[in-house]
């Protein structure tokens, strides 16, 4: 059955334009007032911007650092910084984004009063590929605001269960575009000939198992004993259940998601010695990738508990991520809770 994006639209037609499917959304949903739509296509035009930059990066004298470091104590790349810039002043002018939340910012931002949306995003994700011309790309996820104004800002600290749209864009070998509002999956490629993007990928499911693992096996060390135990046994030999696994890791959340999503396997950044918590932000990596999984058949956790019912307490916590197909997810609780 092909998903719409949304209630009574039409099922989308690979060839369509986002634009076109966005409002082909608006129709589809009764009471629906454009303002909706009218925020999904600015991050969409944010998204261009960005991918523009991106593909001119190493002629424009945009690699290499800007000597600054963020509120994750990370150095910023000029490209981080660009990016961040161009969804800030993209979402103000849309007006229909009340607050918007950005890795590359300690605080939310207050944008439009009128807004009825809060955006929060990871303008550039993968920003060590940056200089080695490998993936990267932006991730974001759609909140309601909640009209309590002086205390905006806590209307980030809901449970990813109340996100109403989320995606990421790969900036590849094409730039890609996955988008859910809440009904199925779909992804879109650009075609920079015309500044569109087309619907490539109508109604993306995520195969219930895969054949492929990711994970920095550099952090080996850093584990705890289950997961060294999970990593052991999808390396083994077991002709039965498929193993051993291929290893695929870019070291791009986005590029590793987008393989995770459309071929299956699973996706893990587990805590460590180093990273305690986990590495991955939860409100704009681990959140957006979870609502987009989920809504392509697929599971997120933090490698015991659903990430879509986490709770942030800050913008900017971190979380352990596992993330891909059903079968493969539930293996590693197996091992994370220590039955296996
Ligand atoms: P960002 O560039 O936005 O800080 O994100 C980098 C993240 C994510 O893209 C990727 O999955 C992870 O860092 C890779 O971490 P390691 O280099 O430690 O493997
Ligand atoms: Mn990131
Ligand atoms: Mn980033």
């Not at 890609?176 to 000939?193: I, R």
């Not at 290893?247 to 459309?262: E, I, K, N, P």
Request: proline residues 5%; hydrophobic residues 40%; aromatic residues 8%.
């Amino acid at each position: 059955m092909t998903e719409s994006i949304a209630p009574h639209a039409p099922p989308p037609v690979v060839g369509t334009t986002l634009e076109g499917l966005i409002t082909a959304g608006t129709r589809g949903t009764p009471g629906a007032t454009g303002e909706f739509a009218s925020l999904l296509n600015s991050v969409a035009l944010a998204i261009r911007i960005i991918h523009t930059r991106v593909r001119a990066a190493g002629l424009a004298g945009m690699l290499g650092y800007t000597g600054e470091t963020n509120v994750q104590g990370e150095e910023v790349q000029k490209l981080d910084v660009f990016a961040n810039d161009v969804l800030c002043a993209v979402l103000e002018k849309s007006g229909r984004c009340a607050m918007l939340a950005s890795e590359e910012l300690d605080e939310a931002r207050a944008m439009s009063p009128t807004g009825k949306y809060l955006v929060a995003f990871d303008p550039l994700d993968g920003s060590s590929n940056i200089d080695v011309n490998i993936s990267i790309g932006t991730i974001f996820c759609v909140l309601q605001a909640a009209r309590v104004s002086d205390h905006l800002a806590e209307g980030f600290l809901q449970p990813g269960t109340r996100i109403v749209a989320a995606g990421y864009s790969v900036y590849g070998s094409s730039t890609s575009l996955v988008l859910s509002t809440g009904y199925g999956v779909h992804g879109f490629t650009l075609d920079p000939s015309v500044g569109e993007f087309f619907l490539s990928h109508p109604n993306i499911r995520c195969p219930d198992r895969g054949k492929t693992y990711s994970v920095n096996e550099g952090n080996l060390g850093r584990w705890d004993d289950r997961v060294k135990k999970w990593a052991a046994w999808i390396k083994s030999e077991d002709k039965a259940r498929g193993l051993p696994y291929g290893h695929r890791y870019v070291g791009s959340l986005v590029a590793d998601a987008h393989r995770t999503l459309l071929k299956g396997g699973i996706f893990a950044y587990p805590a460590d010695a180093k990273s305690p918590g986990g590495k991955l932000r939860l409100l704009y990596e681990a959140n957006p990738m979870a609502y987009l999984f989920e809504q392509a058949g697929g599971v997120a956790t933090n490698g015991v508990d659903r990430i879509l019912d986490l709770v942030p307490k800050g913008l900017h916590d971190r979380t352990p991520l596992v993330l891909g197909s059903k079968d493969d997810v539930a293996a590693y609780r197996q091992f994370a809770v220590g039955e296996r």
